[in-house]
């Protein structure tokens, strides 16, 4: 089973930009639809974005306009560039890819093992 591996994560100040990283280890991911998620302390974990192997973006209201998922050159890795962020951001975010056939609600085969983003005021 193929873990995803993130970076990116960080701490910024409220107004600032992070861009996380997702990969895959060589794997292709041009035919799955891949996804971010996140999670704060307490409550469950969130999709906030997702893009279609058909080039189609979904962005939860929350993020919308603010955040951009993209896939990479290489065919392994996929991207969430977050801008103005304020500290409702703040939660562990997690990378996801390829949805398990006729999933629904979706269920994605690889994850990655999360990674802090922490916005202060």
């Known amino acids: 089973q193929m873990e995803l591996v993130e970076s990116g994560g960080g701490s910024v100040l409220a107004g600032g930009s992070l861009k996380l990283s997702c990969t895959g280890s060589?794997?292709?991911?041009?035919?799955?639809?891949v996804a971010w998620y996140r999670q704060t302390p307490g409550k469950d974990r969130i999709l906030i974005s997702s893009?279609?192997?058909?080039?189609?973006?979904n962005y939860a209201a929350s993020i919308l306009g603010r955040f951009t998922i993209s896939r990479g050159n290489a065919k392994d890795a996929f991207y969430l560039e977050m801008n103005s962020l304020t500290t409702e951001d703040t939660a562990v975010y997690y990378c996801?890819?390829?949805?398990?056939?006729?999933?629904?609600?979706?269920?994605?085969?690889?994850w990655g093992q999360g990674t802090q983003v922490t916005v202060s005021s």
């Open positions: 996801a890819a390829c949805l398990w056939p006729n999933s629904n609600p979706w269920r994605f085969r690889y």
């Open positions: 893009l279609g192997d058909n080039g189609a973006t």
């Open positions: 060589g794997y292709d991911f041009s035919g799955c639809t």
